[in-house]
């Protein structure tokens, strides 16, 4: 699966940051035009968008597979939230001439036995096959998919498990109305049977950066046992699914991981690895067939011809995704003959913003994606662009939670691209997630971007940007246990340890402004209270030193403002002609203030009230 390699992540976190560099694309032979003669189709099903210039026989058995794929999860796994949080773009090429082109462009051009791949982006879901007689890309095309499948339903799944699972489902294959899951892989199997198993307890530790998952002879012991190892939880024993359940759920609130797989197996590694390696052995593996069900659904797809500026346009959107590291002018060339052919076509303008963003142009950027809008597009995608443009913009100028009203007004803006959006695509959590991050900032009432938030995360749980402008949302709001709950269940497990204290932060700095509110109104103990527990819980030694300092100055207050009070209490006596009590009140306030302006205030009054004594 590639993920491009740094999200785009602003202040307000609502993941559009612009990469800071780029690798400089080398000199090569530019990508040809499609052919005028050449006929691409589109295809709807009932998930999946397809583009294609295969025959509409192929490209409608590539559609019906996948959505036989998508129904099988559907029925095994009753959970699972399946409805795509972005859109998914399907490009079928019918040959290896027409798909090599393509594929030159993305991070696969070096790999001459890929038939297929899966990207994965903030923008959509693109997934590549050569249709050729005799190549089946299905394997790789299943086992992709499901790893986007995972990532929309369990952020930061263990990668053993995201491997095993995506393995498990790549031999995936259904005829009529059944659909076989988990059939064995022989390659995996006599692998295993080979060489030496990784201990579990070694293989739950291995994560992306390890080299036993990029490299060495264990990199393929690692897939082979972690697909077997999911065989065998998954389908092996009933009993070790359920606990494989909850081993995952508690990893997501955040327990560590031994104490994780102690709490939800019961057993030790050492057992568990036992029982694997006896299931590899016994060499069962037994796997499950399914009814698939509205199968008069899966099969159905509406087919219409593409005109030529689409082609040129989708072809270059899939280019400009097809690398996380650079950006690639044959992209640029397809989008300017779009525009040749049709001067006003908007998602032709709107790539070109995305081309000069990344490029870190984001005026130019602004420009063109204003353009996009200004042809008034039924497609979301320009106004949603725009929209996160102008907070980048906003985050660029150093504007956070407490805008400017400038600030608010083009933050507003950007809220109006994101209700149209909205209109035209009303199931997308990437437009509800932006729109909430409208609202950080807002200095008034922010429930309805709480609202958009909340949906969002739901449909993103992956989405730290999300957590973390919710988490700010509910402080504006005075909510600090729902914060402090999304912190909990959400950040504490991500792996970007950024966010997580980016929202620690947050949260002192709500409690923080909710003592110095208390000290304000005069509620001195409760506020330096306050103050203390945010002492207690940060490790920021300047922070303590400031909040030392702080609450040092708030008791000199405190006490000088009580010493006032004593003070007024002997001018009323005093005023009462109850002087020998005033008296008394001021010798003792003269014995305990160390303040100069107190202690001369009563000094100036008790010779005012002795001379009136002497007077008597």
């Known amino acids: 699966m590639v993920l491009r390699?740094?999200?785009?992540?602003?202040?307000?976190?609502?993941?559009?940051?612009?990469?800071?560099?780029?690798?400089?694309?080398?000199?090569?032979?530019?990508?040809?035009?499609?052919?005028?003669?050449?006929?691409?189709?589109?295809?709807?099903?009932?998930?999946?968008?397809?583009?294609?210039?295969?025959t509409e026989v192929q490209t409608r058995l590539i559609g019906a597979n996948l959505e036989r794929l998508r129904s099988a999860l559907s029925e095994w796994f009753t959970q699972l939230e399946l409805s795509s949080p972005v859109t998914t773009r399907i490009f079928v090429f019918r040959d290896a001439a027409s798909f090599k082109p393509y594929k030159k462009r993305t991070r696969f051009a070096s790999s001459p036995s890929v038939v297929g791949f899966f990207i994965q982006h903030r923008d959509g879901n693109y997934l590549a096959i050569d249709a050729s007689a005799g190549v089946t890309p299905n394997a790789v095309i299943y086992h992709e998919y499901l790893h986007y499948v995972l990532a929309t339903n369990i952020p930061e799944v263990p990668t053993w498990f995201n491997e095993g699972m995506a393995e498990l489902y790549s031999t995936f294959s259904s005829t009529g109305g059944e659909a076989d899951i988990g059939r064995p892989i022989r390659n995996h199997l006599e692998w295993l049977l080979r060489e030496p198993l990784i201990p579990l307890r070694e293989?739950?530790?291995?994560?992306?950066?390890?080299?036993?998952?990029?490299?060495?002879?264990?990199?393929?012991?690692?897939?082979?046992?972690?697909?077997?190892?999911?065989?065998?939880?998954?389908?092996?024993?009933?009993?070790?699914?359920?606990q494989c359940t909850t081993y995952l759920t508690l990893l997501q609130r955040g327990t560590?991981?031994?104490?994780?797989?102690?709490?939800?197996?019961?057993?030790?590694?050492?057992?568990?690895?036992?029982?694997?390696?006896?299931y590899v052995r016994?060499?069962?593996?037994?796997?499950?067939?399914?009814?698939?069900?509205?199968?008069?659904?899966?099969?159905?797809?509406?087919?219409?011809?593409?005109?030529?500026?689409?082609?040129?346009?989708?072809?270059g959107d899939f280019i400009a995704?097809?690398?996380?590291?650079?950006?690639?002018?044959?992209?640029?060339?397809?989008?300017?003959?779009?525009?040749?052919?049709q001067p006003?076509?908007?998602?032709?303008?709107?790539?070109?913003?995305y081309l000069r963003e990344l490029e870190g142009s984001i005026d130019q950027a602004a420009a063109l994606y204003a353009r996009a809008v200004d042809q008034k597009p039924t497609d979301y995608l320009p106004y949603v662009l725009l929209g996160e443009n102008l907070l980048t913009q906003l985050m660029q100028a150093g504007?956070?939670?407490?805008?400017?009203?400038?600030g608010m007004a083009q933050a507003r803006q950007a809220r109006g691209l994101f209700q149209r959006a909205l209109e035209l695509n009303p199931d997308l959590p990437r437009i509800s997630a932006a729109l909430g991050a409208t609202y950080v900032y807002e200095q008034g009432d922010v429930t309805a971007g709480i609202r958009h938030l909340e949906k969002a995360m739901i449909r993103l749980p992956g989405r730290a940007d999300v957590a973390f402008n919710l988490v700010t949302l509910y402080l504006k709001a005075g909510e600090r246990a729902q914060a402090q709950a999304v912190i909990d269940e959400k950040l504490r497990a991500s792996e970007q340890p950024e966010m997580l204290e980016a929202a620690r932060r947050a949260m002192l700095a709500a409690d923080i402004d909710a003592a110095n509110r208390l000290i304000q109104a005069?509620?001195?103990?409760?506020?330096?209270?306050?103050?203390?527990?945010?002492?207690?819980?940060?490790?920021?030694?300047?922070?303590k030193t400031q909040l030392a300092r702080q609450i040092s100055h708030v008791e000199e207050v405190q006490q000088k403002n009580a010493e006032l009070e004593r003070y007024n209490r002997a001018v009323t006596l005093a005023n009462q002609q109850r002087l020998r009590e005033a008296l008394l009140l001021l010798e003792g306030l003269l014995g305990e203030s160390r303040d100069a302006e107190v202690r001369r205030l009563a000094a100036d009054l008790r010779g005012q009230i002795r001379q009136a004594l002497e007077g008597r």
């Open 203 to 242: 293989l739950f530790a291995i994560d992306r950066s390890s080299r036993d998952y990029n490299e060495g002879t264990r990199q393929g012991v690692f897939y082979a046992q972690s697909w077997a190892l999911v065989h065998y939880l998954m389908m092996g024993d009933a009993a070790r699914k359920e």
């Open 256 to 278: 560590p991981r031994d104490e994780a797989f102690r709490s939800a197996f019961k057993i030790s590694y050492e057992t568990l690895d036992a029982q694997l390696t006896a």
């Open 5 to 54: 390699a740094v999200l785009r992540v602003v202040a307000v976190l609502l993941a559009v940051l612009l990469m800071a560099a780029f690798l400089c694309e080398p000199a090569r032979a530019a990508t040809p035009f499609p052919s005028s003669q050449d006929r691409w189709i589109q295809a709807e099903t009932a998930h999946f968008t397809l583009f294609s210039n295969a």
């Open 522 to 543: 005069s509620r001195y103990g409760e506020g330096i209270a306050g103050l203390r527990r945010v002492m207690s819980s940060t490790t920021d030694a300047s922070l």
């Open 399 to 406: 504007s956070h939670t407490g805008a400017s009203s400038d």
């Open 344 to 353: 006003e076509h908007a998602l032709a303008y709107a790539g070109l913003g």
């Open 321 to 341: 995704h097809g690398h996380p590291d650079r950006v690639d002018s044959e992209a640029e060339r397809l989008f300017q003959e779009a525009l040749r052919i």
């Open 282 to 315: 016994g060499r069962a593996f037994p796997y499950v067939r399914l009814k698939l069900r509205q199968q008069d659904k899966i099969d159905d797809a509406r087919v219409s011809p593409m005109k030529r500026e689409d082609v040129l346009y989708h072809l």
